[in-house]
């Protein structure tokens, strides 16, 4: 009697698993159909955009959980406004005299007006300290006049050419088109700022061989700053010595609140959903990844197999146990279903922000909307059972 008991209540575990499983799967295969529906139905476009620029880890920088007080020491920034270029080649003058380790160029001059003050400015560009620059605008790159086009190094200002999201969370060191590889500006700018050795013993190559998380450390109060006037006013420009100065536009007047132009949304926008005015310059965020490189401070991004994984295995674990649960309460099993899922929920965005504390990213939302999902989807996994015993006998946990 006890024996036939004991394998009664195996029978029963091996059953409540097999439809754990069987929830799991069917759950999992009707997220993706819904996912390739909010996809290619063009009605559901603004709702995939929102989802996509949204992230529980943007909660970890609008806080301003990770607050640094320090100023990135190696890297300065000069706004160039909307100076003549004859004043912004009075200025690179002066910054390639005090002698800087590199000058990064965030500014296209895509036109040659044949004057003295285009020679001088060509002639800066073209020394061998500067790094200019060039947009990717699909299959179209968007460079400078073929005039200011000196021997030196070159690079992509674009971020993210993969997932063009709203939110610059990640960015592409490399990009290869037309059977060519092109490095991005942030890239070249770090590469030539650190010797050989130290690039190659800090393994940076490998770090940024696919996009790569940016760590960010901050606005533009992390970074020195100077306008172009101000620069020039400086009696020691030594500041600039052995350093990287970057040159772009940082707003009318530096850091204008309301100046958009080259302005891009960051997980810094301290208005987590629905950010309406975006919070950093293009520069400004160049200026974060190159920090990063410099300070080997790279993010560790768990990859989607993992992500998968977890996902499949706590929706397994919510069906075996919503299943179970759902023989034992009767009246109250909704409100303890909400009450467990609130609390799981609550506790892996916690540990996801403990972990990106550590250098470790993990897209949580993905893993708690499955997991949500495969316990609501237990009903209709009911109904189904039901419907297959009116056809055959199915042995099932469910009542």
């Known amino acids: 009697m006890a024996k036939n008991k004991k394998k009664k209540k195996k029978l029963g575990k091996w059953v409540l698993f097999r439809d754990g499983l069987i929830n799991t799967i069917l759950s999992l295969v009707v997220c993706y159909l819904l996912s390739l529906l909010f996809l290619n139905i063009t009605f559901f476009n603004p709702i995939t955009k929102a989802l996509q620029d949204f992230s529980f880890l943007d909660v970890y920088y609008s806080e301003r ?6 100023i990135e020491p190696n890297i300065l920034l000069i706004n160039i406004e909307h100076k003549t270029r004859n004043e912004i080649g009075l200025m690179l003058k002066e910054v390639l005299k005090a002698k800087p380790k590199v000058v990064g160029f965030d500014v296209v001059l895509k036109e040659f007006r044949k004057t003295a003050e285009d020679s001088l400015l060509a002639s800066y560009l073209d020394n061998k300290r500067v790094v200019n620059s060039f947009v990717i605008d699909k299959e179209e790159f968007i460079s400078n006049h073929s005039f200011f086009s000196g021997s030196n190094d070159i690079g992509f200002v674009n971020f993210n050419l993969n997932n063009q999201n709203s939110v610059i969370r990640e960015f592409d060191s490399e990009i290869k088109q037309h059977n060519k590889i092109y490095k991005s500006f942030s890239l070249q700018i770090a590469k030539k700022y650190l010797n050989n050795h130290e690039w190659k013993n800090l393994n940076i190559d490998k770090k940024l061989k696919n996009s790569s998380v940016i760590n960010y450390k901050g606005n533009l109060e992390k970074f020195l700053s100077f306008s172009i006037d101000e620069f020039m006013l400086l009696k020691d420009k030594s500041i600039v010595e052995n350093k990287i100065v970057l040159v772009g536009y940082l707003g009318t007047p530096t850091g204008n609140v309301f100046d958009v132009e080259d302005k891009h949304f960051t997980p810094l926008n301290e208005i987590t959903s629905g950010k309406s005015i975006p919070d950093m310059y293009g520069l400004v965020i ?11 401070s790279f993010m560790f991004e768990v990859g989607n197999g993992w992500i998968f994984f977890l996902m499949f295995f706590f929706s397994l674990l919510a069906s075996i146990y919503f299943i179970w649960l759902s023989r034992r309460l009767k009246i109250s099993y909704r409100t303890a279903r909400k009450a ?3 609390v799981f929920a609550i506790l892996l965005v916690w540990f996801t922000l403990v972990l990106f504390k550590k250098g470790i990213v993990i897209k949580s939302a993905p893993i ?4 949500v999902f495969s316990a609501g989807f237990i009903k209709f996994y009911k109904h189904l059972v039901r419907w297959i015993n009116t056809k055959l006998k199915f042995k099932s946990y469910l009542k």
Do not use: R, S
């Open 65 to 70: 959980l990770n607050a640094d007080p320090n």
């Open 286 to 296: 160049h200026a974060n990844i190159i920090a990063m490189i410099l300070n080997n």
């Open 340 to 342: 467990v899922l609130f």
């Open 368 to 371: 708690i909307a499955v997991t």
